[in-house]
């Protein structure tokens, strides 16, 4: 149980382009789901936090209008990289937690990794 | 912030051999956990710690939730080829964020 699929899984694309990153829970609802951002040899950062049918949550120092989040229903949650530059190429996990809420460990997609020409 | 200190950062150890890390937090947390990460991919739970005190095994993996709830080990006996990776540690705060220790990245030659 608890399965997170994330898509697509590698991306390549010129610098300019928009690119859509699509997470979904398989077999549980997730009222919250939250967007990393991991470089080489490093550990996950958090960029934001989606909650199902309001507005995304983000950290600090994340442009919001950069990265669109929209959390539309309990299974799937997407982030945006609007018009991606090479320093955006990274590799990009989501994670959900089910709708019992907080007590319950995230369980992580598969990452996508984006590079930027 | 809530910080989590994480080590070692790396380990080289022969088949076999058992393997312990840990975690250390200023913080408390409500929730400790152990994730693996496989080169692209992402992070898979192994182990989830919710009480204070909690001492829990996957197999041959044990962990436990620290009394003070500051602080987590982990640790891997008889360590076999496929535990290569990198191991994360997180603590989890009521409201379902988490924060990442740096992570213990694990060679383990045959």
């Known amino acids: 149980g608890a399965v997170v699929s994330q898509h697509p899984s590698w991306v390549i694309c010129k610098s300019g382009t928009s690119v859509k990153i699509e997470c979904r829970s398989l077999?549980?609802?997730?009222?919250?789901m939250f967007w990393y951002r991991q470089f080489p040899k490093q550990s996950l950062m958090l960029m934001a936090t989606s909650n199902e049918g309001s507005k995304a949550t983000y950290e600090q120092g994340v442009e919001k209008d950069k990265f669109l989040i929209n959390h539309a229903s309990l299974t799937l949650s997407t982030l945006t990289v609007t018009s991606a530059h090479p320093e955006d190429s990274s590799f990009y996990i989501c994670?959900?937690?089910?709708?019992?809420?907080?007590?319950?460990?995230?369980?992580f997609g598969d990452g996508t990794r984006l590079s930027i020409l | 912030g809530q910080q989590l200190n994480q080590s070692p950062q790396s380990m080289f150890i022969q088949e076999g051999e058992d393997v312990s890390m840990n975690c250390t937090s200023s913080s408390i947390f409500n929730t400790w956990l152990w994730y693996k990460q496989d080169p692209g991919e992402g992070p898979v739970l192994l182990i989830a710690?919710?009480?204070?005190?909690e001492l829990t095994s996957n197999g041959r993996l044990t962990a436990q939730f620290g009394i003070t709830r500051k602080d987590s080990f982990l640790n891997i006996s008889a360590s076999i080829p496929s535990d290569v990776g990198i191991y994360f540690c997180a603590g989890q705060l009521a409201g379902g964020d988490m924060r990442f220790g740096a992570g213990t990245r694990l060679t383990v030659k045959p």
């Open positions: 710690l919710y009480k204070a005190g």
């Open positions: 077999d549980f609802q997730a009222t919250t």
């Open positions: 994670s959900a937690i089910g709708v019992a809420g907080g007590h319950q460990p995230q369980h």
